[in-house]
């Protein structure tokens, strides 16, 4: 199963799903929300799926359809998230295209409706969000798989959806508390990112394989999973300070407008002179935030060497993990395959 051909059964998975949705949306006034979620979902690198899809080829499970739909299950449960994240953190764009939010405000103000259209956009983008949550939960139910392995990974499923939203939480409370150490923006990632990102799905397709979670898979998640998502976040942090937009899809520098305490905005203000952290401290969170003020930021961010420790921890974090997965009992395919995954997490563009 090359990368390319794993996209494509998440792909159909996700396009079959929805298409078995449309009768539900038989109002025109519904029109708009179901073509959203076909947009939604049209893009992503689909990390997750593959993750969970070869945790389940890892210990042993075979290339039954139904594993494709429960891997891409997990699609619906980061487009949800995404449409949730951008709300609170007012963002114009996703992948380049207006977020969701914004592509309902639009829609209100072209029709010239009644009311705040800004506060339109945000409700219904709140409600986008939901329905994507409710998908994942039935998409992974009707997937297909052997009853008796989807119970077996039914708590695990339930768990990371549980964690996903604390850490959603923590997030808005890390940026409302103002100041956060590494290690507090750590605890946020894992929550938020670097768990529910490699952790989770690898240990869903394990466990839904072996039907049980034993020693060696929690191991396994831990050792490589847990490192290989830090590893991923802190390449997100990066991205959003220094990445190109043309590959995020996303304008330069939007984490500083938004505000984000970031491990990387950690390891700077631990580090900054008295004088750089105050411009730090003022900068950050500026929804105004021209280029002039990104290339300041940006510049205390190099200066002080937190993009070169980020960048060091990346590697070292990547190193650890795959040194665990040689060690891992997992079948040689899905070993290459995994180490080709890391790599590809921990080393992207977008």
């Known amino acids: ?22 009768p539900a949306f038989g109002n025109p006034g519904l029109e708009p929300l179901l073509a959203a979620a076909h947009d939604l979902l049209a893009g992503g690198k689909r990390l997750r799926p593959a993750f969970c899809y070869w945790g389940w080829r890892g210990a042993g499970g075979a ?53 705040s259209a800004e506060q339109f956009g945000e409700g219904a983008a709140i ?36 964690e996903l939203m604390c850490g959603q939480y ?17 605890r946020v990632a894992l929550y938020k990112s670097g768990r529910y990102s490699v952790e989770q799905p690898l240990r869903l397709g394990l466990v839904l394989a072996a039907r049980a979670d034993e020693p060696w898979i929690d191991e396994l998640c831990v050792e490589y999973g847990r490192r290989v998502g830090i590893a991923f976040q802190l390449r997100d942090d990066v991205l959003g300070v220094f990445g190109d937009p043309a590959e995020t899809g996303k304008p330069a520098g939007d984490d500083l407008r938004e505000g984000k305490r970031t491990m990387l905005v950690a390891r700077t203000l631990a580090a900054a002179s008295a004088a750089d952290a105050q411009v730090v401290r003022r900068l950050l969170g500026d929804p105004a935030l021209d280029e002039e003020g990104v290339a300041a930021l940006r510049s205390i961010i190099e200066d002080t060497g937190a993009l070169r420790e980020c960048e060091n921890q990346i590697a070292t974090y990547l190193d650890e993990a795959l040194a665990a997965l040689d060690k891992a009992p997992i079948t040689d395919e899905a070993r290459k395959a995994l180490d080709d995954l890391a790599v590809a997490a921990t080393s992207r563009t977008s």
Do not use: C, Y
Request: proline share 4%; hydrophobic share 45%.
């Open 63 to 115: 290339d039954l359809p139904g594993v494709f739909a429960a891997a891409a299950s997990l699609e619906l449960l980061q487009a949800s998230a995404l449409v949730h994240d951008d709300v609170m953190d007012k963002s114009d764009l996703r992948r380049g295209m207006p977020s969701a939010h914004r592509r309902f405000q639009a829609l209100h103000e072209k029709g010239g409706w009644h009311g």
């Open 127 to 162: 409600l986008l969000g939901n329905l994507m949550l409710i998908w994942a939960g039935e998409m992974w139910r009707t997937s297909g798989l052997p009853p008796e392995s989807l119970a077996a990974a039914q708590p695990l499923h339930d768990h990371m959806r549980t």
């Open 1 to 22: 199963m090359t990368t390319d051909a794993l996209r494509q059964q998440v792909d159909r998975s996700l396009r079959l799903f929805v298409d078995r949705q449309e």
């Open 170 to 186: 923590l997030d808005l409370l890390e940026q409302a508390h103002g100041e956060n150490t590494f290690d507090s923006a750590l």
